[in-house]
């Protein structure tokens, strides 16, 4: 039967999130409901509860999660009850032009839960990104729960489910880093440190971190970058070039969200090197350049979709190489709050406080 549990539910734009109860109905053919353990804080929520993503209000939060499945539809075998899981917003379909090319990390046809979660009074929730994990149980597509090791921590795991797994992927999918690679990271928030991380995964011999704030510098080091520049105090572009021969990096990877940082990244780059933008920009940004220096420097120019990763291959290695050692994870974890903290959560993630606020069920 239905179960009545707690949820952060943004009710109106620009207003201040709510625990309220919310309804999760049993789950349906290709469903599953998954009792939550630890949610992410990530800016994809905030951009929800202020319109930025669209008007489908209320929205039940949080998407970066990890939790245990507690019951399936009777058609589902990929995971069981019991099976401890990192849910994820990319369930590939295995039908569309993409997934039949053999291209699944770009599926263009993923899936969500049919049903609808509610309030009481019957008013249906729209689950931020399909998933819905500030709560204490959700109801979620199957192919949104990636099985892994129970033994690794929920509340470092389960940020694979969004912004880390953006910044890795950027780095070791998108960008396809090779040893000996040359990288710059622009912008050293949590999805730019993860990128950090996924270059020295990758192979990397020279990972340059850049930022204006000096403590994301220091964090980018603690993540692994060789070399750091202070954007507020340096010629980036210059600064990038000298630590590279001159020549400049093999891959720049761009994760603020912000033209003129990608115009720094783009011309950062060596010759035939590669602009990989993982920062997500808002609707009204615009770049403007020379199609000359475009056709001239060659190259690659890539937007990075979740880090282009597919998580039933991705999130299992992952989560072996974190259990390793060799992927610090647990370094992304500021702070742990409770589901009633989300709405400070925010305000501490927009004054750039925090890499990651996680919630504890």
């Known amino acids: 039967m239905a179960s009545e549990v707690q949820g952060v539910v943004a009710l109106a734009k620009g207003e201040p999130v709510s625990l309220v109860t919310i309804v999760v109905p049993d789950p349906g053919p290709g469903e599953a409901v998954v009792r939550v353990q630890a949610c992410g804080v990530c800016h994809t929520d905030l951009h929800y509860r202020e319109g930025g993503i669209n008007d489908e ?41 993409s997934c039949r090319r053999g291209r699944p990390w770009y599926c263009f046809d993923t899936f969500n839960a049919a049903q609808k979660m509610t309030l009481t009074d019957g008013t249906p929730l729209s689950p931020a990104l399909g998933i819905g994990a500030f709560a204490e149980k959700t109801l979620v597509a199957a192919g949104q729960c990636t099985k892994v090791d129970p033994s690794a921590r929920p509340e470092a ?10 910044g890795l992927g950027s780095a070791m999918f998108t960008g396809e880093v090779g040893v000996g690679d040359s990288v710059a990271v622009f912008g050293c928030g949590g ?35 060789t070399h750091v520049v202070d954007a507020s105090a340096e010629d980036v572009v210059e600064a990038v070039r000298a630590l590279t021969g001159g020549y400049g990096a093999d891959v720049c990877i761009e994760a603020v969200g912000n033209p003129t940082v990608m115009e720094q990244a783009f011309y950062a780059r060596d010759l035939a090197g590669t602009l990989v933008q993982v920062g997500v920009p808002t609707p009204d940004m615009r770049i403007d350049l020379p199609m000359i220096e475009f056709f001239g420097r060659g190259g690659r120019l890539k937007p990075s979709w979740y880090g282009d990763c597919l998580p039933s291959r991705d999130f299992p290695v992952l989560v072996d190489l974190y259990l390793q050692g060799r992927l610090d994870l647990d370094r992304f974890v500021t702070e742990t709050i409770a589901l009633t903290e989300v709405e400070e959560a925010f305000h501490r993630m927009e004054r750039g406080e925090v890499l990651r606020s996680v919630v504890v069920l």
Do not use: Y
């Open 57 to 97: 209000f209320p929205f039940l939060l949080g998407h970066e999660a990890a939790g245990v499945v507690e019951a399936v539809g009777s058609d589902v075998i990929s995971v069981t009850p019991g099976d401890f899981v990192v849910l994820n917003w990319r369930a590939v379909c295995g039908q569309c032009r």
């Open 157 to 166: 795991v389960g940020l694979l489910g969004c912004g880390v797994m953006a």
């Open 191 to 225: 999805v730019g440190c993860a990128a950090v991380a996924g270059a020295i995964l990758a192979g990397a011999s020279t990972v340059i971190a850049v930022d204006l704030d000096p403590g994301k510098l220091e964090l980018a080091r603690e993540f692994g970058a």
